[in-house]
């Protein structure tokens, strides 16, 4: 059995702790979190021990693997010090919460040879699978443009559960527009340039709660990405993808709409149009109707299974600390376009 160490017993890592117990070569073996009622009644339910500090429970005997869901700010810290012991650590997004500090953790994966994963677990949904088999097509052709969104309205019980989520390094860049960064580099190719658009009059705290992106990506493919945590609609991952049960599902609405030089694509409602091949294309043309077909399957799940082939098997991480680093860096090019106003170029 893989004895796992979990660190952050919140909403994700609580989903973490669920998925290890439902796998057969998985144990929870410890958590880490500060002292409160919740984390008493956490390590009760699992039956394991708790601890304050993450030296403290890797001090245990048989730790063999670490999830690391705690607030952004200690994921450095933790990461590293799993590093330090070469414990393989799955590490949720963002890898971190500066990017100096993501680049140290990529040079300590190379250094020790362990393995980190970062969790953008929509990487391993059959959805991504089946829409980039499509967007490699002559079907669809060479990228245009992108149109993505992640719109939604996070409750005020939300921000009183985790205050650190209103100030610096907790907003939704970091939290949810991290998802669809990797997300965008997987479909679209590495980004080049961006230019943002922020603010924060719906909340007004001090981080951003709405965000308008255009980015350029390197192949010459233009995007645009829309992003609210304060804004009542359902264009967004979980409300269309149906993959997280506690959300609403709308399976007919998309989050992002990919336009070829063949064909196009509506995500993840996974309806296509194409030009069929011995039709000439233009706008006044009709198209051929495609609908993509996938078997459902939890991502968190998948991506848990590749973990522990990761861990026994060697195999490379899908999204590794440089994925991680490479997002970040995204985002903090993103940051930085909000401040100046300027288009900020990504390297």
């Known amino acids: 059995m893989i004895q796992f160490l979990l660190s952050g017993p919140g909403l994700i890592g609580r989903k973490h702790a669920q998925l290890i117990a439902e796998h057969p070569d998985c144990a929870l073996a410890a958590v880490v979190a500060p002292p409160s009622p919740e984390r008493t009644k956490f390590a009760e339910r699992y039956r394991v021990p708790a601890f304050s500090s993450i030296d403290e429970a890797l001090s245990t005997q048989g730790i063999s693997a670490a999830i690391i869901s705690s607030p952004n700010a200690f994921h450095h810290e933790q990461v590293m010090a799993c590093l330090s012991r070469q414990i393989p650590t799955l590490v949720e997004k963002p890898l971190t919460d500066h990017l100096d500090d993501a680049k140290r953790i990529v040079d300590a994966v190379e250094r020790t040879g362990t393995p980190v994963l970062v969790g953008h677990h ?35 019980q939300y921000f009183l559960d985790g205050p650190w989520r209103t100030r610096k390094g907790g907003g939704p860049i970091l939290i949810n527009l991290i998802h669809e960064i ?11 340039a961006v230019q943002t658009i922020a603010g924060h009059h719906a909340r007004e705290f001090e981080v951003e709660d709405t965000v308008s992106i255009s980015l350029e990506f390197k192949n010459g493919a233009i995007g645009t990405f829309l992003l ?22 709308f399976p007919d609405a998309t989050c992002y709409h990919f336009a070829g030089t063949n064909g196009a694509l509506d995500f993840p409602s996974m309806l296509g149009k194409t030009y069929a091949p011995d039709t000439e294309k233009s706008w006044w043309k009709p198209f051929e109707d495609i609908q993509l077909e996938f078997r459902p399957a939890d991502p968190l799940k998948l991506q848990l299974a590749h973990f522990v082939d990761v861990i026994r098997n060697g195999v490379a991480p899908q999204m590794s600390a440089e994925d991680g680093y490479r997002n970040l860096r995204v985002v903090e090019a993103i940051i930085a376009a909000a401040e100046t106003k300027q288009q900020t170029l990504v390297e």
Request: zero cysteines; proline letters at 6%.
């Open 122 to 156: 929509r990487s391993y949904s059959p959805l991504t699978k089946v829409a980039l088999d499509f967007l490699k097509s002559e079907r669809f052709g060479r990228m245009v443009a992108l149109q993505g969104s992640a719109l939604f309205y996070k409750p005020d």
């Open 182 to 192: 990797g997300l965008m580099r997987e479909f679209a190719g590495e980004i080049a």
């Open 228 to 249: 609210s945590d304060a804004a009542v609609s359902w264009r967004s991952w979980e409300m269309t993808s149906g993959e997280n049960p506690a959300y609403p599902h």
